[in-house]
C-alpha cells in the first residue's frame, strides 16, 4: 500500500542546523528509527558539511550507516558543493539533495555564489554521479530556494525560479523542489505557480518546501496539494529554519502536515499518535529550542478520520 | 470603497471572557477607537451577561455607550438570551449576536438548553424587536456554534448544521455564522460546508468564525474565501477560546487573518502594520495572556502588495 503522499523529514538537517545545543548520535538514529516504525518513508537524516563550520554535523557518516539499516527507508541528505556530494556518494547515500536559490542576493548571501554558479556546481554533480557510474543508483533531488521571494532582494520573478527549476532538470535533477526559504509564499502564489510548473513539466516529481514563518504554512500546503503537489517537507515540531533569512524560524510542523493532508483525503501512511510521542521525547533532547504546532497541544479531533490508503502511486 | 471582506473583531468579547486578569473600562475604549482609526468597520465590543458570571463585562454600558461616538463603526454585542438581547435593545446597539450550538450536548453544556430551545429563545428575540419597532434599526447574527464538530458529541452532520442555519434565517435572523467553536474544521470539509450553504442561501449575509486549535485556522478562512465568503471573526493576538470546549483555545490571530486576505487579493482596508503596534500595546495592558500569531514576530514580507480596494460591496 502507497501512502497518496510523501511527507518528509528535515528536522534532522533542517532543523538541527540551527539548534544551539547539541544532539548525541545515539538520539539522532532513535528519532530517525522511530519516524521510520511510525511510516516515515523519506528522511534527509544530515548534512555534509565542513565539521568546522557545523559542529553538529560532524557526524555525518555515522547517522547515514545507522539510516541505512533500516528497511524501507529512503535516506537523503543535504550538500552544499561537489565535495560534499562526492563524500555522500562515497558513504552510499541513495538520494543527495542539492539547493540552488533563485534569487541572486540570497544566493550570494548564503553560499557566495551566483545563481549560475549554483546551477553550474549542480551540473557538476550529475556529471560525477554518471562518472562513478551511479546514475542508477543515486538519485539527485534539488531545491529552488527562495522561489516565492527573498528577505534580501525581495520579489523573486515566478519566471526565473521556474526557469531554475527547467534548467535543473535538464541538467538532470531526479525531482525538484520550490521553496520558500524565507516564509513569503501565500496560497494564491502557492497554487498559481505550482499549476504553472506542473504544466510546463507534466508528470515530473515536484515538491514543495514551506517555512511556516507568516503562519501560511499549512494554508500553503494545502494550495500546493489542491493542485496536485505529493512530496512535502516538513519538520518534527516544526524545528528549523535558514541562518541567512532573517526572522525566517520554523518549519512546518510534521504532525501539523500529516493532520491537514490525511484531512485532504490524501494518506500519507503516518501514525500521527505515535509522531506526537515521538516530538515530545525530541522536546525533551532539544529542551532549549522552541517547538511549534498545535495537534500536539490539542490532539486529534474525535471526528478525525483516516484518508484511505490507495494501491496507485500519485505524482 | 468598500473593503471586499469584513474581517470582525471578537477579542474584546471571545477573547476577555476567558482572561484571568481584568481589563480597566479605558483599556477596551482605548482598543476600539484604535481598531476602528485602523480600518476595523465592525467590533463585537462586550457581552450582555450578568456580571456575577462575567465581571470582566460589568463595565458593557459603558464600553457600548463609548463605541457609539466612533463614527462609521458597526458596534455589536454578544447576548446569550432575551434577557441580554433586550439590555443591548436598551443600550442601542445596533447589531446583536447570539448563538445556537448545533451540537445538542455541547448546548446543553454551554447554556443548558437543547439546540430547538436556544433556536426557540432566538425567535423570541426577534419577535422582542418587532413588538419594539426596531426591526429596521437592529441587525440580528445567529452563530451556528459546533457547526464543523464537538468535542462533546463528535460528529455534527453537516445537513444538521445547515438545517439550523435555514432555521434561523427563516425566523429572522439578517446574518448567519458558521462556527468552529472547538476548532475541528478543515479545509475540505470548510469549502464543503460553505459551498453547499452559498447554493441553498444565495445571497444571504453569510460569515465564519474559526479557531486555530489545530493549526488550521488561516487554512480554513482561505478555504471559505475562495467558495465565496466575505466575513470572518478573528480577534487580535489571537485571543480567545471557548470556556466549555476542552483545548478550544485561541481564535484566528486577526492581524495574521488580514494579511492572508490581502494576498488573496481580498482588501481588507485595514493598516496591517498599525494593528501590529496596537497588538503589542494590548500585549502589554493583558501580560498573562498567550498572543499567538506570525506576523507580529516576523513583520509583512518586503514583497507585500495589498489588494485595491474595490468600490462595489461583495456578498
Known amino acids: 500500500m502507497t501512502p497518496d503522499v510523501i511527507l518528509r523529514e528535515v528536522g534532522l538537517r533542517d532543523g538541527l542546523q540551527l539548534v544551539t545545543g547539541d544532539l548525541p548520535t545515539g538520539r539522532k538514529i532513535d528519532w530517525i528509527r522511530r519516524e521510520a516504525a511510525l511510516g516515515v518513508r523519506e528522511i534527509e537524516v544530515t548534512s555534509f558539511v565542513p565539521a568546522s563550520a557545523f559542529p553538529i554535523f560532524a557526524d555525518a557518516r555515522a547517522v547515514v550507516a545507522a539510516a541505512h539499516q533500516i528497511p524501507d527507508l529512503l535516506v537523503s541528505v543535504l ?111 502557492v497554487e498559481r505557480m505550482f499549476d504553472t510548473a506542473l504544466q510546463a513539466l507534466g508528470d515530473f516529481p515536484l515538491a514543495a518546501h514551506f517555512h511556516d514563518t507568516r503562519g501560511l504554512g499549512l494554508a500553503n500546503i494545502a494550495a500546493a496539494a489542491r493542485v496536485g503537489i505529493r512530496r512535502f517537507d516538513a519538520s518534527l515540531g516544526g524545528l528549523g529554519g535558514c541562518p541567512h533569512a532573517p526572522g525566517a524560524t520554523g518549519n512546518v510542523d510534521f504532525e501539523d502536515a500529516a493532520f491537514l493532508l490525511e484531512t485532504m483525503g490524501l494518506s500519507t501512511g503516518l501514525d500521527l499518535e505515535g509522531l506526537i510521542a515521538l516530538r515530545k521525547d525530541a522536546q525533551a533532547w532539544l529542551p532549549e529550542e522552541r517547538f511549534v504546532g498545535a495537534l500536539a497541544r490539542s490532539g486529534l479531533p474525535k471526528t478525525f478520520v483516516r484518508a484511505p490508503r490507495t494501491r496507485l502511486q500519485h505524482s
Not at 558543493?81 to 540552488?100: E, H, P, R, S, T
Not at 550570494?108 to 562513478?132: C, G, H, K, P, Y
Not at 529552488?144 to 532538470?169: K, N, Y
Open 79 to 189: 550538500t552544499p558543493n561537489l565535495k560534499g556530494a562526492a563524500f555522500a556518494m562515497d558513504a552510499g547515500v541513495a538520494k543527495i539533495n542539492y539547493v540552488v536559490s533563485a534569487s541572486e542576493a540570497h544566493s550570494m548571501a548564503n553560499v557566495r555564489r551566483s545563481t549560475a554558479e549554483a546551477i553550474e556546481d549542480f551540473a557538476r554533480i550529475v556529471r560525477l554521479r554518471q562518472e562513478r557510474g551511479l546514475s542508477d543508483q543515486v538519485q539527485l533531488s534539488c531545491g529552488v530556494a527562495t522561489a516565492f521571494g527573498c528577505t534580501i532582494q525581495g520579489v523573486v520573478e515566478e519566471g526565473v525560479a521556474l526557469d531554475v527549476a527547467r534548467r535543473l532538470i535538464d541538467i538532470g535533477a531526479d525531482e525538484v523542489m520550490l521553496a520558500d526559504t524565507v516564509g513569503y509564499a501565500d496560497p494564491t502564489q
